[in-house]
């Protein structure tokens, strides 16, 4: 048994080589967003089980979660057995969880506050997700003044823009 706690509601715990991923899953977990990922579960302990679909029997979602474990050396994880009518209510499942979260937007201001305040403690702060140098750049205040070299900032440039979507064109400034 793991010395990881749990706090996680979850159907039961499951061995890591009865657990069998999804062989749709479209998501591709990199090497350093897995380290990040067990580094956090070391710190924090289970507060997200692996979903099973009790239908197929594949991961739905927590695919990140198992390789964490697998990188921790944990041999049993809190898991929760999950009922879909169809083939294709898994499938919406398994895309779903990953892109909601795509879909959310950051309060850069609430962020780099947060952030802060994390700072001034003696947390590790891998274990929010960012690495130093974005913590560095979301905590290095703003400059007033631009930088040697700068040009300066002239409202009546002629600019144009291009709509991504549709290539409409129009010209900014005077």
């Known amino acids: 048994m793991s010395d990881i706690k749990i706090h996680c509601k979850h159907s039961k715990l499951e061995d890591i080589a009865n657990l069998v991923p999804h062989p749709h899953n479209p998501n591709k977990h990199p090497d350093k967003q897995i380290a990040l990922l067990a580094k ?3 710190h924090s302990g289970w507060r997200s089980p692996i979903v099973v679909s009790k239908r197929s029997g594949f991961i739905v979602s927590g695919h990140g979660r198992l390789e964490a474990a697998k990188l921790l050396n944990v041999q049993t994880v809190p898991i929760d057995e999950q009922a879909f009518k169809t083939e294709a209510d898994e499938h919406a499942h398994l895309v779903a969880d990953n892109r909601i979260a795509e879909l959310a937007e950051m309060n850069d201001g609430r962020l780099t506050e947060l952030l802060s305040v994390l700072s001034e403690t003696d947390i590790d702060m891998d274990v929010t ?15 007033d003044d631009p930088p040697d070299g700068f040009p300066e900032v002239d409202e009546n440039i002629e600019t144009t823009h291009t709509c991504p979507k549709c290539d409409y064109k129009w010209s900014g400034g005077e």
């Open 40 to 42: 956090i579960i070391r």
């Open 129 to 143: 997700g960012y690495d130093h140098a974005s913590l560095n750049a979301l905590l290095t205040p703003l400059q």
